[in-house]
């Protein structure tokens, strides 16, 4: 059973344009909701993370958005690059201890 | 280079034959973790250790796999008799219990070939 379930499967914006990419959970003993970006040959890398004490996280470039009683977050990525196109997902955690990842959004960001 | 390792990068072995892989987290963590990873899919959790404890080990996919991580240092994680099945990515990432965020860092991953 998929804990984190993510979409789109894939997704091609054009340079400048908004990307965003969206998470549903379904376990509200969650608390913890990072998002990684992975290039091909590459482990995951953090890009930003959010507890669900609060709405809205902003890093650069980067906001995630999240709505407890939705049980949804997502993930925006403000003037999208040819640099950003990479393959995205979310993952939950209780306390840092199991992770759970979404199946992955491959960006294409078209110059 | 102070981030995760792992070795080898990649290994080819036929099927049946038993297989290990080394993770060597960054120095001051002292959680790590195990994952797997199939083309077109997100990780999947396998273990974690706090220090030299195993504290989550139910998710390892079968009987055939296991993970030590003797002195709380680095770890490693054996497959036996291995299946067609088991080609994969596998993943290492560390962090440090405590802090807020609970930050991972991944390795690069070691690919697994089972001919």
């Known amino acids: 059973q998929q804990q984190v379930k993510q979409s789109p499967q894939s997704l091609i914006v054009q340079k400048g344009g908004i990307s965003i990419i969206n998470c549903a959970y379904e376990?509200?003993?969650?608390?913890?909701f990072p998002w990684y970006q992975q290039f091909p040959g590459k482990g995951p890398a953090l890009l930003i993370a959010?507890?669900?004490?609060?709405s809205e996280k902003k890093e650069g470039r980067f906001t995630i958005s999240f709505n407890k009683s939705a049980k949804q977050f997502s993930l925006h990525i403000m003037d999208s690059q040819p640099g950003d196109s990479a393959t995205y997902f979310c993952?939950?955690?209780?306390?840092?201890?199991?992770?759970?990842f979404g199946t992955g959004t491959s960006l294409t960001v078209i110059p | 280079d102070t981030g995760v390792s792992q070795d080898p990068r990649h290994k080819i072995t036929k099927r049946g034959q038993n297989v290990t892989f080394r993770c060597d987290p960054i120095?001051?963590?002292?959680?790590l973790y195990w994952y797997r990873q199939t083309l077109g899919q997100g990780p999947e959790f396998l273990t974690y250790?706090?220090?030299?404890?195993?504290?989550?080990k139910s998710r390892l996919l079968s009987d055939r796999f296991s993970a030590e991580r003797p002195k709380g240092s680095f770890s490693t994680l054996e497959i036996q008799r291995t299946e067609q099945g088991d080609s994969a990515m596998y993943l290492c990432?560390?962090?440090?219990?405590?802090?807020?965020?609970?930050?991972?860092?991944f390795g690069p991953g070691t690919r697994l070939t089972v001919l």
């Open positions: 990432a560390s962090s440090f219990a405590g802090t807020f965020y609970n930050e991972q860092f």
């Open positions: 376990n509200t003993a969650f608390d913890y």
């Open positions: 959010i507890r669900p004490d609060v």
């Open positions: 993952a939950a955690s209780i306390s840092g201890n199991q992770f759970y």
């Open positions: 120095s001051e963590h002292n959680r």
């Open positions: 250790f706090q220090n030299e404890a195993q504290l989550e």
